[in-house]
Every structure is written in structure tokens, then in C-alpha cells.
């Protein structure tokens, strides 16, 4: 069986790459190695014949994962990228193996490009039908990297709502939004300080499977600051751009509920994003106001560009007091800090449970959206403390500013809830892109849980 590609932009001549892929280890010398992490994933050789491209590619014996064989579909794609090819020929016999080369393949050749005159998002098309899971799994992905690219003057709060309820089976899945208003009168106070200094309105938005509103399997939650300038503690002007992304945890989480809400997924769950803009105004909240948080707590602002756990603590609150769940996951691009400590290829994890902390770094390694844990402990807790209120938004100095974050929402699970908290302000954007993403958003995320779920919940 076969998978063929075609290019989507006009040539004046045909360039075929045809590939060929064995399901036996080659020993020939001839083929060279591709390695990740030392670790051979396949051989290939490469030769031209009847004026065709042609590439023999062996998959190694020792790596028959999943994500090991879409390596070999990015592979794949970059090599025609290289070549100019305009018909792509991808023979297989063996289907499962076609199948997630073809995913690789497709997930490589994304770049989320509308606002570019002439561009496309893909380079390829294919008539090559995939399983649901992998085509919902990569709609959902698509989905995932336009909310993240789009620019502030096009998703924000009320937009992005707007997109998210087009996104979803509502045959499986629904939506309540709350706007400014009940969210006065509700409480959530910490984060609409965090929104008053802008004239977009902020939204907080609910997901929830049809078949269980209340004590859920597990809720997403997602830091939706469509831009974060740092507000009145305002951040330096160069890159200041990026934080168009700074809503990435709650594209995470509305992409989860797509994926899920697609499948038909047997566990029970529910996600909710809290969507703001954190801007400098005359009505901007202010480094030394103290807010009451929906949980009770008075937190005193000492940096008004710690204003991502302010929308977490009262939106990880609201949540749990709907919907009682068993797993709480937070998804946020928090802290520069974790960029600091663990650069842009691992996602800092902060948990209260080994067990899931376990099961999702297993997951990280399977699927390439790596996680590494990182320590609670009451010596960074002590540094909220203060001798004026009951919680300070910033740790005491410069250094563990991830921890002390992770600690501050801490505060704010309730009492034998098992939480994570994943910081993705390394992961969720990279300009050069990635082994298996093109430049810009990555997507990092979605495919993790998406194996989480798999996993954790087999029993």
C-alpha cells in the first residue's frame, strides 16, 4: 500500500521522491543513520534512478514506538522540502507503520501562514484516509497552533470564545460562558483585577462531557492572557510581541475538549480557561493592592506581570467548586523562570501525586512533549508568606520564581485533590521550530494527554 502526497504550489517541472519503506533492519553499510537522543530510529539510503528521488528507509529494530515512526514521516517531509519535490510516492506494506508515518509527515507540514499574502498553512495534499483518532488528533493540533499564532488584535477574550464554541461535538460536549458581569457578582476578583486595566472584556469559559457534570474524572484548566504587556510592571519592549502566546494554556485546554468531545471520550471531564488582557491604564490594578480571591484569601500584588497565577487561583477554585473532580491539570505559560531552568524542550511539572506525576513524564517520553518534574516544598512556600496579608504574588528575590508559582496554586487545590501544574512558557513556541513542528506554535500539549488518558485511565 502506498500514501502519496502533491504540492500545492505550481511547478514548472516534476520532481517524484519516492520512498520505500522496509519493516526489516538493514545491515547494508551503504545506508546512513538517523539518530535522536543517540538512539538510532532508522537507515536510509538515498540514490537517484529513471529520474526519480529514491529513498530506502530502514526503521530500526530496537524503536517500533509510535513517535519514533512519525520521526520518520518528518523525515520524509523535510526531505522534499530539501528537494523542491512535487509528488511524494510513499510505499509500505505495513499499515499501522504507513499510518503514523503519514501522521509525522502531515504534522511537519503545518504552518498556521493566513496573514501572509499567497501562503498556504500546508505545502502538501494527500487523499491518504487516516484513523479517526489520528485525524481528529491532528485537527485538533491544527486547531491548538492557530489559537496560539493568531495576534492579540484578532483572539481575544470574547473572540476566542467565539472560535472555541465552533470547535467541539456538541453532541458530546457543552459550553457556558460567563461574562464581566456574573464574574462580579460571582467573586472572581483576582482576575478581573488582572483584566481592569484593559478595554477588552474578560470571559471565563466552561467545558463539560454530557455525560457527567459534576465529581469528574478530571478538569483542565488554562491561562488564557490573550496579551500580557506585564501591565503597570511592564515588560521590556523587545519580544514583547510573543506574548500574543501567553494564552497558550487555554489553547491547550479548549483543544483537549475538541479532541475529547471528538472521540467520544469514556472518561468523565471538564476544562475551563480564564480569558483576560493584562494591560497598563489609568485603570490598571497596581503593584500593593491586596484582592480578595474567590477562595477567600487576600493576595498582595507586588508585580502586576504575575498576573497568570492570579487568573489560575481563582478559576482552579471556581472549578473545583463545580465540579468536584478527582484530577485537577493546569495548563500555563507561567514563568520565564522555567525557560531559565529548563529551556525549550521539557515542560516543568509540579504535582501533590507521584503516581500521575509518573505516568505523564512516561507519556512526555512516548510522545516527545517532554515534562520534567520539578520540587514543591515548604521552604519556597514560606516565601508568599507575609506579615501584612495572606499571600504575596511573588516569591522573596530573583530565584525560583517556577516553584514559588507552582506553590502559590497550590494554595489554592483543595484538600485531597491530585493536581499538576504544568509551566509551557518554554515549550509552547519556537521560532525555529522543532523535530516534528514546523516554525511557530508547537502544539506541545495536547498529544501528551491525549496519551496520558490512554494510559492512566486503562483500568
Known amino acids: 500500500m502506498n500514501a502519496k502526497f502533491n504540492s500545492l504550489n505550481k511547478s514548472n517541472q516534476s520532481i517524484i521522491l519516492s520512498i520505500n519503506i522496509s519493516d ?11 539518530k535522536y537522543d543517540n538512539k538510532e530510529i532508522f537507515k536510509y539510503f538515498f540514490y537517484i534512478s529513471n529520474s526519480k528521488l529514491n529513498f ?38 505495513n499499515k499501522p507503520l504507513l499510518e503514523d508515518i503519514v501522521f509525522g509527515f502531515i504534522q511537519k507540514d503545518y504552518i498556521y501562514s493566513v496573514h501572509r499574502s499567497g501562503s498556504k498553512n500546508t505545502k502538501y495534499k494527500t487523499s491518504f484516509k487516516l484513523s479517526k483518532n489520528h485525524t481528529h488528533l491532528l485537527k485538533s493540533i491544527a486547531y491548538l497552533k492557530q489559537l496560539v499564532s493568531e495576534p492579540s488584535n484578532i483572539i481575544y477574550p470574547e473572540t476566542f470564545v467565539s472560535l472555541a464554541q465552533k470547535n467541539f461535538n456538541n453532541s458530546n460536549m457543552t459550553t457556558k460562558v460567563l461574562k464581566e458581569g456574573k464574574l462580579k457578582k460571582i467573586g472572581l476578583n483576582c482576575l478581573l483585577a488582572v483584566s481592569q486595566g484593559s478595554a477588552r472584556k474578560p470571559r471565563v469559559m466552561e467545558f463539560c462531557n454530557k455525560k457527567s457534570q459534576k465529581n469528574v474524572d478530571i478538569l483542565f484548566v488554562g491561562k488564557g492572557v490573550c496579551f500580557d504587556s506585564g501591565g503597570i510592571s511592564i515588560k521590556p519592549s523587545a519580544g514583547m510581541e510573543d506574548m500574543k502566546w501567553d494564552m497558550g494554556g487555554a489553547a491547550v485546554t479548549a483543544a483537549i475538549m475538541k479532541y475529547l468531545s471528538e472521540i467520544n471520550s469514556k472518561i468523565s471531564y471538564a476544562g475551563i480557561v480564564g480569558l483576560v488582557e493584562n494591560m497598563p491604564s489609568s485603570t490598571a490594578y497596581k503593584p500593593g493592592d491586596i484582592i480578595k480571591s474567590y477562595k477567600g484569601i487576600n493576595v498582595e500584588v507586588l508585580n502586576t506581570d504575575a498576573e497568570g497565577r492570579l487568573v489560575l487561583a481563582d478559576i482552579i477554585t471556581y472549578g473545583c467548586e463545580v465540579y468536584n473532580p478527582k484530577i485537577v491539570i493546569d495548563f500555563a505559560t507561567l ?4 525557560v531559565v531552568a529548563l529551556g525549550q524542550h521539557y515542560a516543568g511539572l509540579y504535582s501533590n501525586d507521584d503516581t500521575i506525576a509518573e505516568k505523564l513524564y512516561d507519556s512526555g517520553i512516548k510522545t516527545n512533549e517532554k515534562v520534567w518534574r520539578m520540587p514543591l516544598h515548604d521552604d519556597f512556600d514560606k516565601e508568599l508568606n507575609s506579615p501584612f496579608v495572606d499571600l504575596k504574588n511573588i516569591g522573596a528575590g530573583r530565584y525560583g520564581g517556577s516553584i514559588t508559582a507552582a506553590q502559590f496554586l497550590q494554595r489554592f487545590i483543595p484538600p485531597k485533590t491530585k493536581w499538576v501544574h504544568l509551566d509551557i512558557a518554554g515549550t509552547t513556541w519556537k521560532n525555529s521550530g522543532d523535530l516534528m513542528n514546523s516554525k511557530g506554535a508547537t502544539g506541545f500539549g495536547l498529544t501528551l494527554i491525549a496519551d496520558f488518558i490512554d494510559t492512566y485511565f486503562k483500568k
Open 24 to 34: 526489516r533492519p538493514s545491515k547494508d553499510k551503504k545506508f546512513e543513520s538517523f
Open 335 to 338: 514563568t520565564g523562570a522555567i
Open 56 to 93: 530506502l528507509i530502514s526503521p530500526s529494530s530496537s524503536n517500533k514506538k509510535t513517535f519514533h515512526q512519525k520521526i520518520v514521516g518528518s523525515f520524509i517531509f523535510d526531505q522534499s522540502i530539501k528537494y523542491s519535490a512535487t509528488e511524494i510516492i510513499i510505499d509500505c506494506s
